[in-house]
């Protein structure tokens, strides 16, 4: 009935409805966001004690949106715009160097990576919540010779 591969992806994916409490243990899930948009701020280098270094900048995304009753066929209506912030942290040695050199402000990226939620105290000792991406991945879309 199925081909042998899509058994095989099926098994790999689907969580085993099994009384073995390994079999629980070992439920697949995913994090992965990607996003399309411009650098906010050249990016900057940090290094924590005893922490490896990290490159992080900023990348806005924007979100259209047109209002009135028939948004898709009437021309007619406000157009409206959203733009949000993205943190962007690179980890890895080789994207991290990469990104600190060629990552520029105004550059169009595609970043792929996964979405973190941490906390942290700030320097009043306020407890604050950030929402980082921790890129895997970029993309220039924007020709590394231009200035944007």
């Given at each position: 009935?199925?081909?042998?591969?899509?058994?095989?992806?099926?098994?790999?994916?689907?969580?085993?409805?099994?009384?073995?409490?390994?079999?629980?243990?070992?439920?697949?899930?995913?994090?992965?966001?990607?996003?399309?948009?411009?650098?906010?701020?050249?990016?900057?280098?940090?290094?924590?004690?005893?922490?490896?270094?990290?490159?992080?900048?900023?990348?806005?995304?924007?979100?259209?949106?047109?209002?009135?009753?028939?948004e898709v066929f009437q021309p007619a209506g406000d157009v409206n715009q959203?733009?949000?912030?993205?943190?962007?942290?690179?980890?890895?040695?080789?994207?991290?160097?990469?990104?600190?050199?060629h990552v520029k402000k105004g550059a169009r990226?595609?970043?792929?990576?996964?979405?973190?939620?941490?906390?942290?105290?700030?320097?009043?000792?306020?407890?604050?919540?950030?929402?980082?991406?921790?890129?895997?991945?970029?993309?220039?879309?924007?020709?590394?010779?231009?200035?944007?």
């Amino acid at each position: 009935m199925f081909h042998r591969p899509v058994l095989q992806v099926f098994r790999q994916f689907a969580r085993c409805q099994s009384t073995d409490s390994l079999s629980a243990i070992l439920e697949r899930s995913m994090n992965k966001v990607q996003l399309l948009g411009r650098v906010g701020q050249d990016p900057v280098m940090r290094q924590a004690d005893g922490k490896n270094p990290v490159t992080i900048f900023s990348l806005a995304t924007n979100e259209l949106w047109r209002s009135g009753e028939n948004e898709v066929f009437q021309p007619a209506g406000d157009v409206n715009q959203k733009t949000t912030w993205h943190r962007v942290s690179v980890f890895r040695p080789g994207l991290r160097d990469v990104a600190y050199q060629h990552v520029k402000k105004g550059a169009r990226l595609l970043v792929e990576g996964k979405i973190d939620y941490g906390e942290y105290t700030d320097k009043n000792n306020v407890r604050r919540q950030a929402t980082t991406i921790i890129a895997d991945n970029i993309i220039f879309l924007t020709d590394l010779r231009d200035k944007p």
